[in-house]
């Protein structure tokens, strides 16, 4: 499996841009890369996937280093019901791999 | 809503009983994978079925096994249970096993052994 190292937290303010990065260096060339996010007391949640291409949907945008071997989710405008905690996992295609993720705090 | 549904949402049991969590895939999704997440291990993969066979086994106990039936629901069976294995165990369906298929998660089953 691909390591991935992320920020243990960052903070944001409310309707604030919020870029959180991922490092994923030994990523497989077919590996997708795939955001998921758990906010409290809830399963995870899928928020967004790529791999070359930057992409966009209703809840973020993914932009990927030309070399594939990081990523940044964008939250275009943070909201107090995006606190939570944001995977970055390179995928194989069977097993979901969470390591630590990033605790978003997003301050009124 | 994810249109993946777990059952129970709460489970409290003994040590040495057994208990069966059963999950609903969304619509369409063929590919069921087990999680389990606590609070010293985080989220942790335990298996994955694609249409009704096994496809790919992560760190599962011997005493827990799980199987998905012909209508693609699947059952996570937990025996001869340990204050250990409390625990949130989440189910999550995606279309197929390629790696360019999300997953969707359930709300979890939270297991309690006392």
């Known amino acids: 499996d691909a390591k991935t190292t992320q920020p243990n937290s960052m903070e944001s303010n409310e309707e604030e841009p919020v870029h959180l990065p991922c490092n994923h260096s030994?990523?497989?060339?077919?590996?997708?890369i795939h955001w998921y996010r758990q906010l409290p007391s809830q399963g995870p949640e899928y928020v967004i996937h790529?791999?070359?291409s930057n992409v966009n949907n209703r809840m973020a945008s993914l932009a990927i280093a030309e070399d594939r071997k990081s990523s940044t989710l964008i939250l275009h405008r943070a909201t107090l019901r995006d606190a939570a905690v944001y995977y970055c996992?390179?995928?194989?295609?069977?097993?979901?791999?969470f390591g630590g993720g990033t605790r978003l705090m997003v301050k009124p | 809503d994810s249109g993946v549904t777990q059952t129970p949402k709460h489970l409290i049991t003994a040590t040495g009983q057994r208990v069966t969590l059963r999950c609903s895939p969304r619509?369409?999704?063929?590919?069921v994978y087990w999680y389990q997440q606590s609070l010293d291990q985080g989220l942790q993969f335990l298996i994955q079925?694609?249409?009704?066979?096994?496809?790919a086994k992560g760190n599962i106990l011997e005493r827990f096994s799980a199987q998905q039936f012909p209508d693609l629901h699947s059952e996570l069976n937990l025996s001869s249970l340990e204050l250990g294995d409390s625990a949130l165990y989440f189910c999550?369906?995606?279309?197929?096993?390629?790696?360019?298929?999300?997953?969707?998660f359930g709300p979890g089953t939270r297991l309690t052994v006392t």
């Open positions: 999550a369906s995606s279309v197929g096993t390629y790696s360019s298929y999300e997953q969707y």
């Open positions: 079925y694609y249409n009704g066979e096994e496809r």
């Open positions: 030994t990523i497989s060339g077919t590996d997708y």
């Open positions: 619509s369409g999704d063929l590919s």
């Open positions: 996992i390179p995928y194989a295609g069977n097993m979901l791999t």
């Open positions: 790529g791999l070359t």
